[in-house]
T-cell receptor, first 117, second 113 residues
Framework: EAQVTQNPRYLITVTGKKLTVTCSQNMNHEYMSWYRQDPGLGLRQIYYSMNVEVTDKGDVPEGYKVSRKEKRNFPLILESPSPNQTSLYFC????????????????FGPGTRLLVL | AQSVTQPDIHITVSEGASLELRCNYSYGATPYLFWYVQSPGQGLQLLLKYFSGDTLVQGIKGFEAEFKRSQSSFNLRKPSVHWSDAAEYFCALLNNAGNMLTFGGGTRLMVKP
């Protein structure tokens, strides 16, 4: 089944304790992206990756890191989490740019709910 | 800069009634537009999308949306709402470079029996 998976789905942590949220897709998609969802703000893009070893900042990158060493994986790293990073996080992927309407439609994972105390 | 506005934070309709969710955008070129639905505790599911061509777009679950360039709008409609349509709906705009998807704040739909 074609899908985007995220782990963990739920995470409670404390300020300053490094954590990683994994994202994996099995569709051979080139483009991957991370969003955070906060009430009334919709989803805001954190980082995106056009392909392996190619990443760039979105609208709200502060406090986050990403890496893209393999095409299928795009982990989100919080090196020193703070309470303002408590949020619902979504990973998404698409076939790639320049592929037309089909290729540029993003498909989302189930979300990771993070609470930073 | 691109932006998306969904003016209605909450909407309540009766089951069987028609529905229209509003979406306005700001973008300097022809946008790529999407509607996604998020059921409680779930991820986002794509309802429909507009890239070019016919301005009336059909999607899944009986939804449709109409792109109106003159009004910078992409409103979502359904002729008869079902209780299972209760969810949060997001309008989104993809820039022409294809690397940035901007979301509206969402509209939460409640359906009365």
């Amino acid at each position: 089944e074609a899908q985007v998976t995220q782990n963990p789905r739920y995470l409670i942590t404390v300020t300053g304790k490094k954590l990683t949220v994994t994202c994996s897709q099995n569709m051979n998609h080139e483009y991957m992206s991370w969003y955070r969802q906060d009430p009334g703000l919709g989803l805001r893009q954190i980082y995106y990756s056009m392909n392996v070893e190619v990443t760039d900042k979105g609208d709200v990158p502060e406090g986050y890191k990403v890496s893209r060493k393999e095409k299928r994986n795009f982990p989100l790293i919080l090196e020193s989490p703070s309470p303002n990073q408590t949020s619902l996080y979504f990973c998404a992927s698409s076939l790639g740019l320049g592929q037309g309407a089909y290729g540029e439609t993003q498909y989302f994972g189930p979300g990771t709910r993070l609470l930073v105390l | 800069a691109q932006s998306v506005t969904q003016p209605d934070i909450h909407i309540t309709v009766s089951e069987g009634a028609s529905l229209e969710l509003r979406c306005n955008y700001s973008y300097g070129a022809t946008p790529y537009l999407f509607w996604y639905v998020q059921s409680p505790g779930q991820g986002l599911q794509l309802l429909l999308k507009y890239f070019s061509g016919d301005t009336l777009v059909q999607g899944i679950k009986g939804f449709e949306a109409e792109f109106k360039r003159s009004q910078s709008s992409f409103n979502l409609r359904k002729p008869s709402v079902h209780w299972s349509d209760a969810a949060e709906y997001f309008c989104a705009l993809l820039n022409n470079a294809g690397n940035m998807l901007t979301f509206g704040g969402g509209t939460r739909l409640m359906v009365k029996p």
